[in-house]
């Protein structure tokens, strides 16, 4: 199926990483009304609205139909997504491709999630459990940072890496996102704090894991007319931001059950960069900032790999290198990522669509100059699907 | 309609103290989880076949955030047994006393957490432990 039009961002909106009081729907018509602002539409525009489903333990369901009712609009086509991180960026990926291929015009893509109201030992850790085999894991009771830590365990025990040395990881992205009013923390965290911090699935520790919190964002997509020259963005001097290239990928897994392959590859992350990258007409090394969706250090330094950016068993040697900061060969995180902004799952893919927007207008927090393309990354259970998005300055591929 | 779940076989010969894996007749594959066809050639020529349970550590981890229903601390990781495929389960050993590599088995025994496990309720479940006196049986034994 070829597609035959190019795809753009034309307007995000979004919330602070926080705790916000307000009901998951106010904070949704928020962003959708910023997004809106911010690419001088009207609501009536929107023909197309794309989201996560809501969570088991959400006050509201049936959220999208509520939207629409709230927002006063006729849309075509409305989706709710339901694959777990990944959510809203298969809701992303599939208004990108409805807009390319002329089934909507105008869409917005949102989440909204309030991670505060629910308790990580009741309703939360019930869902969680139940993602796993129902019958042959869900009752041993293992967490999702249970799970990572065998990843970690077994990506030192493999490679030889000082487990210690993960931390500065954590280090590097927490103080990406200190100076951005946007994100949970306005201070950094040294190596040690991270190393004595409580643990919390060995060797898991509590700064290792994203902090859960509130959090909301909306973003614009639209068709590029090829034969438009004087629209309002250019009139301003402004760019449009395309969507270059997307991929997405599902490794025959589930959580840590592969058939037989290392718990410590990420299959999934590297074919849909392979994907994504190739429809923009690069290597997946060659992209100039990264904002990959990864929920625990070591997978952050993983990923480095699985993008070829180095070569295996050397993704924490590229942070305490300096490579993967803001002012390295390759940065990644510059926005800090979940581990350094909050980590509203259901948002957390969005967020780093937002900030590889923000980064390509030279409006980001920690900004990295002269930015043309940026790769993004999503994911769900143990990485074992995921999705790659390349975003580019100007008309892009 | 479906009277019986493929999986019931597992579960009365865990009763019966024995462990059982699925094994693919046409491609002589054994793996885990347990589904009616073999995820590595699709047959569904797919037999329960007996397992000593024995394998090694692959990996593991104690966790201290958990559920209601369930202990303080839990230990964790997955089993390669000796058919090949790897198991999650609990391990019945103290986290300071494992390393990867560990000759380990898994049996059953009468399910201890407060888990609604639904249908298989009052069925017994498994736990991993150390092999004692067993040689180490993985040559990286020691790293971690």
């Known amino acids: ?397 | 309609m479906t009277e019986t779940a493929f999986t019931d076989p597992f579960w009365e010969a865990l009763a019966d103290g024995r462990f059982v894996v699925p094994h693919c007749e046409e491609c002589d594959e054994y793996f885990f989880l347990p589904a009616p066809s073999c995820p590595h050639c699709y047959s569904r020529s797919v037999e329960w076949d007996d397992s000593s349970g024995r394998g090694s550590l692959y990996s593991f981890t104690r966790q201290h955030a958990t559920a209601e229903g369930f202990p303080d601390e839990l230990v964790v990781g997955l089993v390669t047994l000796e058919e090949g495929p790897r198991v999650l389960a609990e391990f019945d050993a103290r986290y300071e006393e494992l390393a990867i590599g560990d000759p380990v088995v898994i049996e059953s025994r009468a399910y201890p957490h407060q888990y609604d496990r639904d249908r298989r309720a009052d069925e017994p479940f498994f736990v991993a432990r150390l092999r004692n006196g067993d040689s180490r049986s993985d040559s990286d034994k020691g790293r971690q």
């Open chain 1, 1 to 397: 199926m070829g597609r035959s039009r190019t795809a753009q961002v034309t307007g995000i909106g979004l919330l602070p990483n926080g705790t916000h009081s307000s009901p998951e729907r106010e904070l949704a018509l928020t962003v959708v009304r910023d997004a809106l602002a911010d690419a001088r539409l009207s609501p009536a525009a929107i023909d197309g609205l794309y989201m996560p489903a809501p969570r088991p333990w959400a006050e509201q369901k049936f959220v999208s139909t509520t939207l629409v009712h709230g927002l006063g609009i006729e849309p075509d086509r409305t989706l709710e997504v339901s694959t777990g991180g990944s959510s809203s960026a298969n809701a992303f990926q599939t208004a990108v491709h409805d807009v390319r291929h002329g089934v909507v015009d105008t869409a917005i893509v949102l989440a909204a999630e309030r991670s505060s109201t629910v308790e990580t030992t009741g309703p939360y850790f019930e869902y969680i459990l139940s993602t796993f085999d129902a019958e042959f894991e869900s009752p041993i009771g293992l967490s999702v940072p249970g799970a990572y830590a065998q990843s970690m365990q077994r990506y030192c025990h493999e490679h030889d890496i000082d487990r210690d040395d993960i931390a500065d990881i954590v280090v590097k992205n927490r103080e990406n996102a200190a100076d951005d009013p946007d994100t949970l923390f306005s201070e950094g965290v040294g190596r040690r704090e991270v190393l004595e911090s409580r643990p919390i699935a060995e060797p898991i520790r509590l700064y290792d894991c994203p902090a859960p919190c509130d959090g909301a964002a909306a973003l614009v997509v639209t068709a590029y007319d090829v034969g438009e020259t004087g629209t309002e963005s250019e009139d301003d001097g402004e760019p449009p931001i395309t969507i270059a290239g997307v991929g997405s990928h599902h490794a025959a897994s589930h959580f840590l059950q592969t058939h037989g392959e290392p718990i410590t590859e990420l299959p999934a992350v590297r074919r849909a960069a392979r994907t994504a990258s190739q429809e923009a007409g690069l290597e997946p090394d060659e992209l100039d900032i990264y904002e990959p969706y990864a929920p625990f250090p070591h997978i952050e330094a993983i990923i480095t790999e699985e993008l070829g950016l180095v070569d295996r068993g050397e993704g924490v040697d590229a942070c305490l290198g300096g490579q993967t900061r803001p002012d390295g060969a390759f940065p990644i995180s510059p926005s800090g990522g979940c581990l350094g902004r909050g980590h509203p799952p259901m948002v957390t893919p969005l967020y780093n669509y937002v900030e590889a927007v923000r980064q390509l207008r030279g409006t980001a927090s920690t900004q990295i100059a002269g930015a043309e393309h940026v790769m993004t990354t999503a994911e769900h259970g143990h990485v074992n699907g995921a999705t790659a998005t390349v975003f580019a300055r100007g008309r892009g591929a």
